[in-house]
T-cell receptor, first 111, second 113 residues
Framework: GENVEQHPSTLSVQEGDSAVIKCTYS??????FPWYKQELGKGPQLIID?????GEKKDQRIAVTLNKTAKHFSLHITETQPEDSAVYFC??????????FGKGTMLLVSP | DADVTQTPRNRITKTGKRIMLECSQT?????MYWYRQDPGLGLRLIYY???????NKGEISDGYSVSRQAQAKFSLSLESAIPNQTALYFC????????????FGEGSRLTVL
C-alpha cells in the first residue's frame, strides 16, 4: 500500500517568514495530494490540494508543488501569521482508494 | 450546527468496558470514515463505509467494530477497551471517491484506564 513520509515533525518560524513542509509518497499510481490543517481542539480541514496532472497550485499565501518523478510534494506558506499555527497533514491517494496521511507537522508561528 | 457531529466528545473508561462512539452527519454524503489520531503517528484509518450496506476494514481495525445504521449515522465500538486504545478519534465524511474532500467532526477523546 501507499506510504507517506512527512518532514519536519515540528517547525518554528517568526511571523512574516516562509514555511515549507515536505512529503514523499511511495505509490507512483497516486494521483491526488491534499493538505489538511488541524487547529487546536478541532478536526482537520482541507486547505489546498493538487492532482497529478498539475505541477503547482496557489491560493493566496499558500501553494503546493508536486514532483511526480521524485514522488514528492510540498506545502509553502508565505508571510506566515500567528493564525497559521496548527498541525498540517499531507496525504496521497490512488483512484477510488482511501487517503494515506503523513504523520503531521506542528507549525508554530511566533509574533 | 456542525455538519459532522461526534458524541461523546470526551470519555474516560476502564479496561474491559464496552465503548461506543457515535457519528452523525447532515451533509448527505454516502461515504463515512473513522480515524484514530495519536501524537507523532498522524491519522490512521480504522474502518470506512461507502454506503449503508458497505463496511470495510482500514489500516488498524483490530479491536474495533462499526455499524452503519443509516446514511447519516456511523458508530465505532470498542468491545473490550484496553489502555493502548487511548487516543483521539475522528469521524469523517466525503461525497465521492478517494479524491474527494474529507469533512471531519471535532473529535472524541477517549481515555482507557
Amino acid at each position: 500500500g501507499e506510504n507517506v513520509e512527512q518532514h519536519p515533525s515540528t517547525l518554528s518560524v517568526q511571523e512574516g517568514d516562509s514555511a515549507v513542509i515536505k512529503c514523499t509518497y511511495s505509490d507512483s499510481a497516486s494521483n491526488y495530494f491534499p493538505w489538511y490543517k488541524q487547529e487546536l481542539g478541532k478536526g482537520p480541514q482541507l486547505i489546498i490540494d493538487i492532482r497529478s496532472n498539475v505541477g503547482e497550485k496557489k491560493d493566496q499565501r499558500i501553494a503546493v508543488t508536486l514532483n511526480k518523478t521524485a514522488k514528492h510534494f510540498s506545502l509553502h506558506i508565505t508571510e506566515t501569521q500567528p493564525e497559521d499555527s496548527a498541525v498540517y497533514f499531507c496525504a496521497a491517494v490512488t483512484g477510488y482508494s482511501t487517503l494515506t496521511f503523513g504523520k503531521g507537522t506542528m507549525l508554530l508561528v511566533s509574533p | 450546527d456542525a455538519d459532522v457531529t461526534q458524541t461523546p466528545r470526551n470519555r474516560i473508561t476502564k479496561t474491559g468496558k464496552r465503548i461506543m462512539l457515535e457519528c452523525s452527519q447532515t451533509k448527505g454524503h454516502d461515504r463515512m470514515y473513522w480515524y484514530r489520531q495519536d501524537p507523532g503517528l498522524g491519522l490512521r484509518l480504522i474502518y470506512y463505509s461507502f454506503d449503508v450496506k458497505d463496511i470495510n476494514k482500514g489500516e488498524i481495525s483490530d479491536g474495533y467494530s462499526v455499524s452503519r445504521q443509516a446514511q447519516a449515522k456511523f458508530s465505532l465500538s470498542l468491545e473490550s477497551a484496553i489502555p493502548n486504545q487511548t487516543a483521539l478519534y475522528f469521524c469523517a465524511t466525503s461525497g465521492q471517491g478517494g479524491s474527494g474532500e474529507l469533512f471531519f467532526g471535532e473529535g472524541s477523546r477517549l481515555t482507557v484506564l
